[in-house]
């Protein structure tokens, strides 16, 4: 059975690119979030296999979301995935629990990598 | 306001765009503003919070941003549509985010807000009475962008 992804983005262009980029390797994309708020009722609703997290979002931040995902279900496979690079942010989100962190603009192969060590499982 | 907060935009802007885009932009001529207002049909506005703050605006003509959201979809614009837009605005977030990186190898800690397209010429924005720095980037066969860096540091701000 296809891995179940959680995508969350405030712009649609990332989440369509997301989206196209897991959908062709052979995982399902479950739901689409485009804030914190939605993010969080959404893994509670579906029980995704994973979470891809982008940090600037209007409403809730990433890093508050992983924070509140985490505290729901601390197995939760979350990946950053953000323009925001700097090593405070990063730091900040490996210690909140998140699994992985990705920095925009990245290459389809560095998703890929990032979904495929988490969920070999 | 200071060039050195400048840099690290046109440094981010030209690796960002080098990626997306897989073309090297060539920097133009730096020059001033007195105040920060759009010049251009296409504008990404970013706020940047934290120890520098204001606001950063990637300007740039339809054409241009037609072009640019082309090749980061990856199929031709037909209508500046909300997909094509959410890309444009997407790529003024992922210049936004890695110069934040580089101003904070410089020690500034900063953040970035959501980016808001406003589209039209000569909308002028007076929240902040800060200077403008104007970096022009020229990417072949997509056409010119114009980068406004509008930001002080907060000492400055508060002082002000």
């Known amino acids: 059975m ?10 649609l262009f990332m ?7 897991l959908t ?3 995982y399902e994309v479950v739901g689409e979030a485009s804030n914190g708020v939605e993010s969080v009722a959404l ?33 939760a496979n979350v990946v950053m995935c953000t323009a925001m690079g700097q090593k405070n942010m990063v730091v900040e989100a490996i210690q909140a629990g998140a699994k992985d962190f990705i920095v925009k603009p990245f290459q389809p192969d560095r998703v890929l990598e990032a979904v495929q060590k988490l969920l070999a499982a | 306001m200071k060039v050195e907060y400048v840099s690290p935009f ?21 020059s001033a503003r007195p105040q920060i207002f759009t010049t251009q ?3 990404v506005v970013c706020g940047i919070t934290g120890d520098i703050a204001g606001l950063v605006i990637y300007g740039m003509s339809m054409v241009t941003a037609d072009r640019i959201a082309s090749t980061m979809i990856g199929a031709p614009v037909v209508a500046f549509d909300g997909l094509a837009a959410s890309a444009i605005a997407e790529l003024g977030n992922m210049v936004s985010g890695n110069s934040l990186s580089l101003l904070s190898a410089q020690g500034f800690r900063c953040d970035i807000t959501p980016p808001t397209i406003i589209r039209g010429t000569n909308v002028k924005i007076t929240t902040l009475n800060i200077p403008a720095l104007v970096i022009p980037l020229i990417v072949e066969e997509i056409g010119q962008i114009e980068i406004n860096v509008s930001l002080a540091e907060k000492r400055e701000l508060q002082a002000a």
């Open chain 1, 43 to 75: 893994y509670k609703s579906l029980k995704p296999d994973l979470v891809t997290m982008d940090i600037t979002m209007p409403e809730m931040d990433g890093i508050a979301a992983l924070k509140e995902i985490k505290a729901h279900d601390p197995a």
């Open chain 2, 10 to 30: 046109a440094e981010a802007a030209v690796n960002v765009m080098e990626m997306l885009l897989n073309k090297t932009p060539e920097r133009g001529k730096l």
């Open chain 2, 41 to 43: 049909q296409i504008n």
């Open chain 1, 2 to 11: 296809a891995k179940r992804i959680l995508i969350t983005d405030d712009a």
């Open chain 1, 24 to 26: 062709q390797n052979g």
């Open chain 1, 15 to 21: 989440r369509v690119t997301l989206k196209n980029i």
